[in-house]
């Protein structure tokens, strides 16, 4: 059983940085395939930055101002969100996958808003 549990969600204006935690509890292997989708209302889910199997990667709307890492000792992972832009506001959810071939897990999310 695996629970991810986000914070650092909250309101900003335009251009104003934030970074998100997730920490990772239960069964879980690593933080190798570990990483961070969003969600607006109305859209899909959309990739923003993970680790595929200890790499790093980005969504292409990120153009560099989102920084992925992790603490491997704590089972945690951060996303550090510079030049906050209106279209960053969404729900974002950290996302556990082990492997390819299995469903992946979710936590509860965590809200971003980013006003004008």
């Given at each position: 059983q695996?629970?991810?549990v986000?914070?650092g969600?909250?309101?900003?204006q335009?251009?104003?940085?934030?970074?998100?935690?997730?920490t990772?509890?239960?069964?879980?292997?690593?933080?190798n395939?570990?990483?961070?989708?969003?969600q607006?209302?109305g859209k899909?889910?959309?990739?923003?930055?993970?680790?595929r199997?200890?790499v790093?990667?980005?969504g292409?709307?990120?153009?560099?101002?989102?920084?992925?890492?992790?603490?491997?000792a704590?089972n945690?992972?951060?996303?550090?969100m510079?030049?906050?832009?209106p279209?960053d506001t969404?729900?974002?959810y950290?996302?556990?996958?082990?492997t390819?071939?299995?469903s992946?897990?979710?936590g509860?999310?965590?809200?971003?808003t980013?006003?004008?």
């Amino acid at each position: 059983q695996v629970r991810l549990v986000e914070s650092g969600g909250g309101l900003v204006q335009a251009g104003e940085s934030l970074i998100l935690s997730c920490t990772a509890s239960g069964s879980i292997a690593s933080t190798n395939t570990m990483g961070w989708y969003r969600q607006a209302p109305g859209k899909q889910r959309l990739l923003v930055a993970i680790y595929r199997y200890g790499v790093r990667l980005y969504g292409d709307f990120v153009k560099g101002r989102f920084t992925l890492s992790r603490d491997n000792a704590k089972n945690t992972i951060y996303l550090q969100m510079n030049s906050l832009k209106p279209e960053d506001t969404a729900v974002y959810y950290c996302n556990y996958q082990p492997t390819n071939d299995t469903s992946p897990h979710w936590g509860q999310g965590t809200q971003v808003t980013v006003s004008s």
